[in-house]
């Protein structure tokens, strides 16, 4: 019976492939973006996330925690995650739901039951499954299994990875998926690697390795205002896009924001790019219009995306 540790399952998503979307996200992550909007998918095991604002300090998620991971001073407890294993004790006996697990194990049968509960708003839409996280083929064995029984059911089923895999971590997926929806964050190795804890190398050869098995691909770029929205970088982009060959079809420019900033407090870390400006609607505009101008001719397209959580 294979298993997964799922993070969240989103309904009536449209900025996650084609049509109304159901996405499914996966906890684990091989990299650490700055700009991560959602921590707790970075972790690959179920984690404890602490709502300071609910807690009564009863103190009882301390005396229940089998490990000792939690200290309660009389007035807020504390969580050593480097202790912590997930059990969820202190989450089961808390009254007032001020500590709640990030994170649950589900079947591949209950996943794709939940998918296919709103089948007829992907058959009106042409939408469909979209496997995200996190890194969703960090748990390869089961998102093969769920992308297999999803297009076994007649399900469009869409990907959203970094591709800092294996490349057998792709392959193995590659006859269950539509669409590819490939994040690229940088297109030097080593801001890349400064900004996201990783190098791109590995990520740009599968890259290729997709566009040579003729897999539908977008790749998407989140526009990180000091970081990769210089029109030379756009530049580095479009040169990267032509070397592809017909693989690329399409390019997504997503600006960055903030609206994950509170999810660092729950997990009891600080938000490093707390004063960062966001991007605006007319420089976002400027990126799309000039990558266009320079990849047109190759027939892939660019725009920018609003909206994106």
Known sequence: MVKGTILNIQKFCIHDGPGIRTVVFLKGCTLACRWCANPASQNAM?????????????????????????EFDGQIPSIERSICDGCGACAEICPARAIEMLGTEMRVEEVVAEVQKDSV???????????????????????????????????????????????????????????????????????????????????????????????HVILRVPIIPGFNDSEDLIGQLAELCLNLGHGIKQVE????????????????????????ALPSKQHMRSLAENLNGQIKQSGISCQEIFGIL
Not at 253 to 276: F, I, M, R, T
């Open 121 to 215: 708003f992907y058959r009106n839409s042409g939408g469909g499954m979209t496997l995200s996280g996190g890194e969703p083929l960090m748990q390869t064995d089961f998102a093969v299994e769920v992308l297999r029984r999803c297009k076994k059911l007649g399900i469009h089923t869409a990907v959203e990875t970094a591709g800092c895999l294996p490349w057998e971590n792709l392959e193995a997926v590659l006859p269950y998926v539509d669409l590819f929806l490939y994040d690229l964050k940088h297109p030097n190795d080593t801001e890349h690697q400064g900004a996201t804890g990783q190098g791109n190398t590995r990520i740009i050869k599968n890259l290729k390795s997709l566009c040579q098995r003729d897999s």
């Open 46 to 70: 179920a984690e404890p996330g602490f709502f300071r604002d609910r807690c009564r300090a009863c103190g009882q998620c301390a005396q229940a925690c089998p490990v000792g991971a939690i």
């Open 253 to 276: 420019l997503l600006p960055y924001h903030n609206l994950g900033v509170h999810k660092y407090a729950v997990l009891g870390e600080d938000y490093k790019l707390q004063d960062l």
